[in-house]
């Protein structure tokens, strides 16, 4: 089998959530169907159905987060010392050659990655065309407004 990589914070993310859901989320949903249910007619009662399907969404994230921490390869990233190599884990600025904008990302696993955290996947495009390289070097992707350059500014592993 498999195992997707997650850091160690993710994993720590991922368990967060699910204990949330289980010990908040999933008592209050079953308390406004139960609220729901109380008040008569089900078949044209609004509120019991948004909380069903409400139910639904929340044990479909629980089941999905229990298989993915079940399988996942939790690493710890501190402990990684590839040097300055760009490899998972990697906390990485790059400088755009273009614009000389500054950008840092963190190379995680699939389960994690949040574009608005600056979380890239390391399955995603960019991730792919930095690993392996090193601080100084340079690379292209394309991206969807067109091919962009990029030099790696520093890597750093925490």
């Known amino acids: 089998m498999n195992r997707a990589p997650i850091t160690k914070a ?37 509120e019991y159905h948004a909380a069903r399907e409400q139910q639904s969404f929340i044990e ?25 190599r760009v490899v998972f884990g990697a906390t990485v600025a790059l400088e755009d050659e273009d614009s000389g904008e500054t950008v840092t990302y963190q190379i995680v696993g699939d389960l994690e990655a949040d574009i608005k955290q600056r979380l890239l996947a390391v399955s995603s495009p960019i991730a792919r065309a930095m690993i392996g390289k090193s601080e100084g070097d340079s690379f292209e992707f394309k991206a969807p407004g067109g091919v962009r350059h990029y030099v790696i500014a520093s890597v750093h592993y925490r």
Not at 15 to 33: C, F, G, N, Q, Y
Not at 40 to 46: I, T
């Open 10 to 46: 993710g994993a720590e993310r991922l368990r967060t959530e699910l204990e949330r859901l289980k010990s908040v989320e999933r008592p209050r949903i079953i308390a406004a169907i139960a609220e729901a249910r109380a008040h008569g007619d089900l078949k044209e009662n609004a």
């Open 60 to 84: 479909g994230r629980i089941a999905e987060l229990e298989a993915a921490l079940s399988t996942a390869e939790v690493i710890d990233v501190a402990k990684l010392n590839p040097g300055d």
